[in-house]
């Protein structure tokens, strides 16, 4: 079964400090891993994806995750937090076992920028 | 968020109203999803559309119906809801082929208050 755990409901953070939300993931298969991140009042927007390629994946807005199989983990990480970055941030697991492309999301995590 | 368009972008509607929300993609996908977000609770998969014909039906009640006349549109009729069903409602598309799973793209909802 596949299932994705982000380990703070909310994180705060200073602007211009470093960004870390956290995300463990559990799947039968060689999973596939997205982070997503979602504006008040609007859709979610895809900031990087995991596909077996690359550990170390690069996103936009200078987000990067990082896939750790000894660890099931997929961390959300930036040097350098942005106002603009504030946001809900979802991560979510798929696996190529499923029919209908089907995506197990996260809880979610509220990142804070303070100024 | 262009690629994927709902309306009406907000709906309260009493118990006893029949509704729909309407979700279009200009993305050129062959799958198209319905999610359910309610506060503090994961996205809830709703319906899957894969090729238009449904593929997932995650025991959504009855009174929630789909409809999936071609790949671009999707549909979702509501009728007698129930103040519970008050949420965002997302609809996504993707494009389903070998190698996969593929990233979602979202719309950016309805929001849905039921009196």
């Known amino acids: 079964a596949q299932s994705v755990t982000q380990l703070d409901s909310h994180v705060s953070v200073s602007e211009g400090t470093p960004v870390l939300l956290r995300c463990n993931y559990s799947s039968s298969y060689s999973p596939s891993l997205f982070w997503y991140v979602q504006h008040p009042n609007k859709g979610l927007q895809l900031l990087l994806k995991?596909?077996?390629?690359?550990?170390l994946v690069k996103g936009i807005n200078g987000f990067e995750a990082e896939f750790k199989k000894s660890e099931t983990s997929f961390h959300l990480t930036k040097p350098s937090a942005h106002m603009s970055d504030a946001a809900e941030y979802f991560c979510v697991v798929s696996d190529s076992s499923n029919t209908g492309n089907q995506f197990y999301f996260g809880t979610g995590t509220s990142l804070t920028v303070i100024p | 968020e262009t690629g994927v368009t709902q309306t009406p972008r907000h709906l309260v509607m009493g118990m006893t109203n029949k509704k729909s929300l309407k979700c279009e993609q200009h993305?050129?996908?062959?799958?198209m999803y319905w999610y359910k977000q309610s506060a503090k609770k994961p996205l809830e998969l709703m319906f899957v559309y894969s090729l238009e014909e449904r593929v997932e039906n995650n025991s959504v009640p009855s009174r929630f119906s789909p409809e999936c006349p071609n790949s671009s549109h999707l549909f979702l009729h509501l009728h007698t809801l129930q103040p519970e069903d008050s949420a965002l409602y997302l609809c996504?598309?993707?494009?389903?082929?070998?190698?996969?799973?593929?990233?979602?793209?979202f719309g950016p909802g309805t929001r849905l208050t039921v009196t």
């Open positions: 993305l050129g996908h062959n799958a």
């Open positions: 996504a598309s993707s494009q389903e082929m070998a190698g996969g799973p593929y990233e979602q793209y």
């Open positions: 995991y596909t077996s390629a690359a550990t």
